[in-house]
């Protein structure tokens, strides 16, 4: 038996119909919601990282078949192994697997698979490179490419490097998506626990102009004082 047999056989004895109903509820899978037609199995992620793991070292061709899945959890295993292989790879790898991650954002459409994953891959990728992929993502009209676009930017974040996520934030500003706009809130938010004058500054700019879902999420660590001033302003 091949090791991507192997895989897939894992996958389907750790399913669980219970809990992939209420998963298949909980990412909105139905008709006209943004998850429609994704099909989960009800695996929990930390057994998804074991499974992932284990099999970290199959090859790209066997981790597209994955990623052509439409099972959420053979597409998460996928990203997951992407992840694992990245770690470990050299430069030469590194640039093999960033790209073939961004070929794939047709398949990274859930909010999970791209928190996940686009900050140690397509983030850790960047951190020492041009960015202005990330704002060709962020122009796009796919959900995804978006969410894609201000997540990767969390690494920047945790090295102190603000500059992209508050430009990325300006330009999916007005965006009406409520994914959009809760993970620029949250990138935000992330930038002001490491220093809260950008933020604030940021806010001070656009809390008027800002989606309320975006500003709340926001501003979500900020004192009750604070928090008031914005929302009664906003």
């Not at 099972?71 to 192994?81: F, G, K, S, V, Y």
């Not at 992407?82 to 990274?108: G, P």
């Not at 969410?147 to 009406?176: C, V």
């Amino acid at each position: 038996m091949s090791e991507l047999l192997e895989l897939q056989k894992e996958i389907k004895k750790n399913s669980d119909k219970q809990k992939a109903a209420i998963l298949q509820r909980f990412f909105k899978t139905g008709k006209g919601q943004y998850g429609e037609g994704d099909v989960f199995l009800g695996i929990i992620v930390p057994v998804q990282r074991t499974i992932a793991r284990k099999y970290q070292n199959i090859a790209l061709p066997d981790i597209q078949k994955l990623l052509d899945s439409k099972t959420h959890e053979e597409r998460l295993i996928a990203l997951l192994i992407l992840i694992f292989q990245f770690q470990k790879a050299n430069s030469k790898a590194r640039k093999i697997i960033f790209d073939f991650y961004l070929k794939n954002t047709k398949n990274i459409n859930n909010w999970d698979l791209v928190d996940l994953t686009a900050p140690s891959i397509v983030g850790e990728y960047l951190l020492d490179k041009n960015r202005k992929i990330l704002y060709k993502l962020a122009r796009s009209k796919d959900l995804w490419k978006k969410r894609i676009a201000i997540i990767s930017t969390f690494t920047f974040i945790k090295n102190n490097q603000f500059e992209d996520t508050l430009l990325i934030a300006e330009i999916l500003l007005n965006d009406e998506h409520d994914l959009i706009q809760k993970a620029v809130g949250w990138m935000l938010r992330e930038v002001g626990k490491r220093d809260l004058s950008v933020e604030e500054e940021f806010l001070q700019k656009y809390y008027q102009k800002m989606p309320r879902t975006m500003l709340r999420y926001a501003i979500e660590k900020f004192s009750e004082k604070k928090r008031k001033y914005f929302l009664a302003k906003a």
